[in-house]
């Protein structure tokens, strides 16, 4: 297996017991994946998992990113640890939830079966989208402390001539 993070498993050569492996992104798909998450930077992208299974596959795998966030609160850069774990079936008669438009998908059933493509599964793509899954849509940096201060006014309110006006 190649060291890549993109690449594909041919579904007919995963052996009965499956195959285990461990994949590290090189600097050209780090900054793919920054590029595509609108991240300042990933350093890197380690993934490992398994694959099992005859008709359903089975794909569990575990990813550590170590990436750039930009701060909501400061719109100061931060170095940050992303972590994840998943599990996902796929089959060659399971859903193809990219053209399919009318499903229902409950989050609690396991047995959601995704459909493996051309006979070959995107062990990369797949852990892609779980890494995008996992990124806090807020990131704040950990003393960062959102203060609120009354603005202070120069100028005098246009309103107060309406105040004296009610008055005469």
């Not at 195959?19 to 590290?24: A, W």
């Not at 299974?53 to 170590?66: H, T």
């Not at 399971?94 to 399919?100: H, Y």
Request: charge should be negative; proline fraction near 4%.
């Amino acid at each position: 297996m190649r060291t890549n993070l993109f690449q594909t498993i041919d579904v007919k050569t995963i052996p009965v017991n499956g195959i285990t492996f461990t994949l590290t992104a090189t600097e050209e798909e780090c900054r793919a994946l920054a590029e595509r998450f609108d991240l300042p930077a990933v350093y890197s992208f380690e993934l490992s998992g398994t694959v099992k299974g005859n008709d359903i596959l089975r794909y569990d795998g575990r990813f550590e990113a170590k990436v750039v966030r930009e701060c909501v609160v400061s719109l100061e850069e931060f170095e940050q640890t992303v972590l994840g774990e998943f599990s996902e079936l796929f089959s060659e008669s399971g859903t193809d939830f990219s053209v399919e438009t009318n499903f229902d998908i409950d989050m609690d059933d396991e047995e959601t079966v995704d459909l493996i493509k051309n006979g070959r599964l995107e062990i990369g793509e797949i852990a892609a989208q779980q890494f995008a899954l996992n990124l806090d849509p807020f990131p704040k940096k950990e003393e960062g402390v959102f203060e609120y201060t009354e603005a202070v006014m120069d100028k005098p309110n246009p309103f107060e001539i309406l105040k004296n006006l009610k008055k005469k």
